[in-house]
């Protein structure tokens, strides 16, 4: 399989290509044909996009199509697609636009002159609402806006009934200052599904009962793109954070806007030569925007079909790791009863002391996955705080295992990976 070969990597670990990856909430492979869309583009389209030339205007014609395919994507228009680096890029620019906006609002609303000083007044300062289990690219800038003394933040914590941010929860953190709601679409590492249409419609209604500032309404949906359906629109956000590396495309990334700087504010970060209408300037990097559009019009045009395949091969995990270890061994921590969740994503608990989740993954010989986040693989001594949150045990969250297919993960990689975590298990509780 394609998709999930390290034998290229020297390093002994990898050197044997029967290694299964099935960490795919961390990272994708590119898909040969975004390879082949982003090689293209560096070969041909390798101009200015700002010049006039041949090469130049292949270069915007292959922008202008990505644009295109994402905006399809996302349920958007084209020029509802900004383009970032990646999905840190655009959390961040979501929240420097909502605290630029609180003060723009105030100012707006004659209640504070231009170049006001009193802006540690703290009855005044901007107010955000994000989930207690955001990325660390939402959960860290917020919190340094907070320690800086730029804003309040509320982290609203999940329902350890549910395992989602509910809507109630939400509008009940409302503050006369808030000025945005972040809530993901699917967490990385439960794969639980958050009631995004329903808390947008809720602070929405919020919205039209109050004066400014507007509660703005993003949604992070790195996770959620390529596996299921996706429609910014439907949901009624203001922005979507679109992440390139998690649906088999490049290291890139873009925002979805409703409307940039008409409908919905959007305030640079940046300073430059006016790409993307000076929303996020810096000549454009055509052939990862080409990767990233080619990845979408994959998205457009099978997700349906990565859909059920994920669905069937996670299911049939799930089935086999039941048979193999019972009922009394495991715990699948992202089934919580009516809250949907990702088609791809298993997180689950093999019980027992010495079975830390860390430790069966380095003793396993093929099974390539993590326990949580990658950006937390350095925390080696404590369990995750996402499914602490979630209100997952703490033995059982020490022991967890995030397993997450692909669309090249068969049943015979199901089988092997069952089968390597059973001998794993083995060795290391006859070694207690
Ligand atoms: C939910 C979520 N949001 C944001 C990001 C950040 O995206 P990027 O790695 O492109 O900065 C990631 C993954 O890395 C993610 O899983
Ligand atoms: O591994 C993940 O969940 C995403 C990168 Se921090």
Known sequence: HWGHSFGHLSDENYANDARIYMDYNATTPMDPEVVEAVTVAMREAWGNPSSSYLPAVKARDIINQARESISRMVGGKPEDIIFTSGGTEANNLVLHTAVTHFWQSRVAAGREELNSTHHNDTAALPHLIISNVEHDSIRLPTQHLQQEGRAEVTCVAVSKATGRVEAEDV??????????????????????????????QRVRAVNKQRPQPRILLHSDAAQAIGKIRVDARDMGVDYLTVVGHKFYGPRAGALYVNGPGVASPLHPMLFGGGQERNFRPGTENTAMIAGLGKAAELVNTHLSEYESHLWDIRGYLEERLLAVFGADKIRFNSRFPGSDRLPNTCNVSILGSGLVGRRVLATCRRVLASVGAACHSGQVDRPSCVLLSCGIPEDAARNALRLSVGRSTSRQDVDAVVEDLKETVDVLERMN
Do not use: W, Y
């Open 171 to 200: 509008v009940a953190a409302i503050r006369p200052n808030t000025c945005l709601v972040s809530i993901m679409m699917a967490n990385n590492e439960t794969g639980v599904v958050m009631p995004i249409k329903e808390i947008c």
